[in-house]
């Protein structure tokens, strides 16, 4: 009783720690979304959505054919991405995969950073030569040019840094510290030049990486190889209106990289989204490139956004209300079922030790009457006459309180009893309820791990402990249905409901078990978890945008990949399950019969067991013991017995027991 009164008490003040989590989660929301209301009101332009991150390729820097990558642009139905080898610049052509296609090198091509790709194809890029200097020139697969052969469109003394803005027809570049957006036949006459401070840049405190032109935004990113002092920044700055629209530091804890380092590299405007660099390191030899693509948002679109948060968040707040208020609710019940078990014990225990007392009174009355009763043996004629009197009246007594006895009695049996059926009522709910506040505890845990997002969770129907959930952050999820039609002849006017019935019902949900960088170990356990639940069988619940109460893992799929220290990439493919009532009944009195063997009437003799009482079927695709269990009203553990494959690997084609 105490056990199940703790994790009530538990469960409540977790409950209640959810709840205030989610409020303040809700709160900040609201002036979120009423912040953006102002900026959109005001005018306000650009933001990322970096919550909804993608990630495209990911690559061990110094592996060949790919050595690193500084920049990425779209082109040709791929992409095209630079890095430096050396003094020279390397561009190289990858397919929609990210997938190595060719390559071209730039003898003194320098950095490899910022480059832009006109209309017509053609790359621009700064180069060394007398200085740095702007060219333009086409990519040409597998050709090796030298910088000193091209054209200079602009030249200065300060590193450039190049862009190409093809929708408005635009070259944007860095010198010094200044950014000049030019028409591209005029590089030497900016048609406007922005400071980097105003941009929102400290110089001399971050390192300016690179940068991208999408007029009027300019978004750049900054931060150091060794990112803990010169963290990864981005902004976007409006040349239009001579605002920021933007700048915050990265938050590169939620990516998934391998390392603890992130040093920008490079951005990319695509309009919908900026496609950004990061050069993961360990502060030493070893570094894996990440390319992600992170949207951008709208005023109007940040609104929807922030609106679809809070809506979320209004939901969640709305479930930590309800399972407050239920755990709130089974705290009090179990303080009053306390409550009453302590009055009824302690009327009990009064009503024993008034019994125990008046026995006491009975025995020492009863010794009384035999002394008396020896006495009034022996005495005289004189005497006796008084013992007679004194004996009648201690037998008198003796009468009186063996019946005061016999109520006292009476009343411990009332008392107990009661005390018996308030502990059974309360033992026999206990288990029941301890799951379903357990049930609470676990879906609390998920909320504030959470924060209340979308996302898909499995757990078992009988959860064994607190532990016993496992948190997918989904990518898809793929519904079926099946529908099972009699193959033979139809009769003409049947009812097609007498033909067919419903199938099995399934989902597949792809994503991945996430937690803190590092946190793999912990992870690898989870997905352990949900494999012994699929080895089991175990019915779980999956609770997601599409919920199955009762389900089975039938599949899991675990890709390996070593680059990933915060994540378990998984799909799990469940099957529902639909419990059927048993309209079957038990024979009374059948457990006087069992092992009786069955007479023939009139016969006299034993009745042999019929070979026709055993049936079997040939096994089609998609056959499981389930289905047959359901089908022909047997146990799936009976069916294990009776045939010799595992639930998972039964043949097709073969004949398998099933009465």
Same mark, same amino acid.
């Given at each position: 009783?105490?056990?199940?009164?703790?994790?009530?008490?538990?469960?409540?003040?977790?409950?209640?720690?959810?709840?205030?989590?989610?409020?303040?989660?809700?709160?900040?929301?609201?002036?979120?979304?009423?912040?953006?209301?102002?900026?959109?009101?005001?005018?306000?332009?650009?933001?990322?959505?970096?919550?909804?991150?993608?990630?495209?390729?990911?690559?061990?820097?110094?592996?060949?054919?790919?050595?690193?990558?500084?920049?990425?642009?779209?082109?040709?139905?791929?992409?095209?991405?630079?890095?430096?080898?050396?003094?020279?610049?390397?561009?190289?052509?990858?397919?929609?995969?990210?997938?190595?296609?060719?390559?071209?090198?730039?003898?003194?091509?320098?950095?490899?950073?910022?480059?832009?790709?006109?209309?017509?194809?053609?790359?621009?890029?700064?180069?060394?030569?007398?200085?740095?200097?702007?060219?333009?020139?086409?990519?040409?697969?597998?050709?090796?040019?030298?910088?000193?052969?091209?054209?200079?469109?602009?030249?200065?003394?300060?590193?450039?840094?190049?862009?190409?803005?093809?929708?408005?027809?635009?070259?944007?570049?860095?010198?010094?510290?200044?950014?000049?957006?030019?028409?591209?036949?005029?590089?030497?006459?900016?048609?406007?030049?922005?400071?980097?401070?105003?941009?929102?840049?400290?110089?001399?405190?971050?390192?300016?990486?690179?940068?991208?032109?999408?007029?009027?935004?300019?978004?750049?990113?900054?931060?150091?190889?060794?990112?803990?002092?010169?963290?990864?920044?981005?902004?976007?700055?409006?040349?239009?209106?001579?605002?920021?629209?933007?700048?915050?530091?990265?938050?590169?804890?939620?990516?998934?990289?391998?390392?603890?380092?992130?040093?920008?590299?490079?951005?990319?405007?695509?309009?919908?989204?900026?496609?950004?660099?990061?050069?993961?390191?360990?502060?030493?030899?070893?570094?894996?490139?990440?390319?992600?693509?992170?949207?951008?948002?709208?005023?109007?679109?940040?609104?929807?956004?922030?609106?679809?948060?809070?809506?979320?968040?209004?939901?969640?707040?709305?479930?930590?209300?309800?399972?407050?208020?239920?755990?709130?609710?089974?705290?009090?019940?179990?303080?009053?079922?306390?409550?009453?078990?302590?009055?009824?014990?302690?009327?009990?225990?009064?009503?024993?030790?008034?019994?125990?007392?008046?026995?006491?009174?009975?025995?020492?009355?009863?010794?009384?009457?035999?002394?008396?009763?020896?006495?009034?043996?022996?005495?005289?004629?004189?005497?006796?006459?008084?013992?007679?009197?004194?004996?009648?009246?201690?037998?008198?007594?003796?009468?009186?309180?063996?019946?005061?006895?016999?109520?006292?009695?009476?009343?411990?049996?009332?008392?107990?009893?009661?005390?018996?059926?308030?502990?059974?009522?309360?033992?026999?709910?206990?288990?029941?309820?301890?799951?379903?506040?357990?049930?609470?505890?676990?879906?609390?845990?998920?909320?504030?791990?959470?924060?209340?997002?979308?996302?898909?969770?499995?757990?078992?129907?009988?959860?064994?402990?607190?532990?016993?959930?496992?948190?997918?952050?989904?990518?898809?999820?793929?519904?079926?249905?099946?529908?099972?039609?009699?193959?033979?002849?139809?009769?003409?006017?049947?009812?097609?409901?007498?033909?067919?019935?419903?199938?099995?019902?399934?989902?597949?949900?792809?994503?991945?078990?996430?937690?803190?960088?590092?946190?793999?170990?912990?992870?690898?356990?989870?997905?352990?978890?949900?494999?012994?639940?699929?080895?089991?069988?175990?019915?779980? #619940?999956?609770?997601? +945008?599409?919920?199955?109460?009762? =389900?089975?893992?039938?599949?899991?799929? $675990? *890709?390996? @990949? &070593? %680059?990933?220290?915060?994540?378990?990439?998984?799909?799990?493919?469940?099957?529902?399950?639909?419990?059927?009532?048993?309209?079957?009944?038990?024979?009374?009195?059948?457990?006087?019969?069992?092992?009786?063997?069955?007479?023939?009437?009139? #016969?006299?003799?034993? +009745?042999?067991?019929?070979?026709? =009482?055993?049936?079997?079927?040939?096994? $089609? *695709?998609? @056959? &499981? %013991?389930?289905?047959?269990?359901?089908?022909?009203?047997?146990?799936?553990?009976?069916?294990?017995?009776?045939?010799?494959?595992?639930?998972?690997?039964?043949?097709?084609?073969?004949?398998?027991?099933?009465?």
């Amino acid at each position: 009783m105490a056990a199940t009164a703790d994790i009530a008490k538990n469960a409540y003040n977790s409950t209640l720690s959810v709840l205030n989590n989610v409020k303040a989660a809700y709160d900040q929301a609201n002036a979120d979304y009423l912040d953006s209301l102002d900026d959109q009101a005001n005018g306000a332009g650009l933001d990322i959505n970096e919550s909804a991150h993608q990630l495209m390729a990911q690559y061990v820097v110094g592996k060949s054919p790919y050595v690193g990558s500084q920049y990425c642009i779209p082109y040709g139905g791929g992409y095209l991405i630079s890095y430096s080898s050396g003094e020279d610049t390397i561009y190289q052509q990858m397919d929609s995969s990210m997938k190595y296609v060719s390559k071209m090198t730039v003898k003194n091509g320098g950095h490899g950073s910022s480059f832009g790709i006109d209309g017509s194809g053609n790359i621009w890029a700064s180069v060394r030569h007398n200085g740095y200097q702007i060219s333009k020139f086409a990519y040409q697969p597998g050709a090796s040019i030298d910088a000193s052969s091209l054209t200079s469109l602009y030249n200065s003394p300060d590193l450039l840094r190049v862009n190409y803005d093809t929708s408005n027809n635009l070259v944007g570049y860095t010198t010094a510290e200044s950014y000049c957006v030019c028409e591209p036949g005029n590089l030497s006459n900016p048609k406007k030049t922005v400071s980097l401070s105003a941009m929102g840049f400290s110089v001399g405190q971050q390192t300016w990486q690179s940068q991208s032109l999408s007029y009027p935004y300019i978004f750049w990113q900054s931060g150091a190889y060794n990112s803990n002092s010169d963290p990864a920044t981005v902004g976007c700055f409006n040349a239009d209106t001579n605002t920021k629209e933007f700048v915050k530091s990265y938050l590169t804890s939620s990516y998934g990289m391998k390392y603890s380092y992130n040093e920008p590299e490079g951005i990319y405007s695509t309009g919908s989204a900026v496609l950004v660099t990061f050069n993961n390191n360990d502060n030493g030899s070893n570094s894996i490139n990440y390319l992600f693509s992170i949207p951008t948002l709208t005023a109007d679109s940040t609104v929807s956004e922030r609106l679809k948060a809070l809506n979320n968040l209004k939901k969640s707040l709305a479930d930590a209300k309800t399972a407050f208020n239920s755990a709130k609710s089974d705290f009090q019940k179990y303080q009053s079922t306390s409550k009453t078990i302590v009055k009824d014990t302690r009327i009990y225990k009064n009503a024993t030790k008034d019994v125990k007392n008046q026995k006491k009174l009975v025995a020492s009355t009863k010794k009384k009457i035999v002394i008396v009763t020896k006495q009034y043996a022996k005495a005289a004629r004189a005497k006796k006459q008084s013992l007679k009197k004194q004996l009648d009246n201690l037998k008198k007594v003796y009468q009186e309180q063996n019946s005061a006895l016999t109520k006292l009695k009476k009343k411990q049996a009332t008392a107990k009893s009661k005390l018996s059926k308030a502990q059974s009522k309360s033992l026999s709910a206990q288990k029941a309820t301890q799951r379903a506040i357990l049930k609470k505890a676990i879906g609390a845990t998920v909320m504030a791990e959470t924060g209340g997002k979308d996302v898909t969770w499995i757990t078992p129907v009988n959860p064994g402990s607190k532990e016993s959930y496992a948190i997918l952050w989904p990518d898809s999820e793929d519904f079926s249905e099946t529908v099972n039609v009699n193959e033979t002849a139809v009769i003409k006017h049947t009812p097609i409901n007498t033909v067919t019935q419903a199938g099995t019902e399934s989902i597949s949900v792809g994503g991945a078990l996430i937690g803190e960088d590092g946190s793999v170990p912990t992870l690898v356990k989870k997905f352990e978890r949900i494999r012994k639940w699929a080895e089991n069988t175990a019915e779980v #619940s999956l609770i997601g +945008q599409t919920s199955f109460p009762h =389900a089975i893992i039938s599949g899991i799929d $675990k *890709p390996h @990949d &070593t %680059y990933l220290t915060n994540q378990v990439p998984l799909t799990i493919t469940l099957q529902k399950v639909d419990w059927a009532d048993s309209n079957v009944k038990k024979k009374a009195n059948s457990s006087k019969n069992k092992g009786k063997a069955n007479k023939k009437s009139g #016969s006299g003799h034993k +009745q042999k067991n019929s070979k026709s =009482a055993v049936r079997t079927v040939t096994t $089609k *695709p998609g @056959d &499981t %013991y389930y289905k047959f269990a359901q089908k022909y009203n047997v146990s799936v553990v009976q069916l294990r017995k009776w045939n010799k494959y595992a639930d998972r690997s039964i043949p097709v084609g073969v004949k398998i027991r099933v009465k």
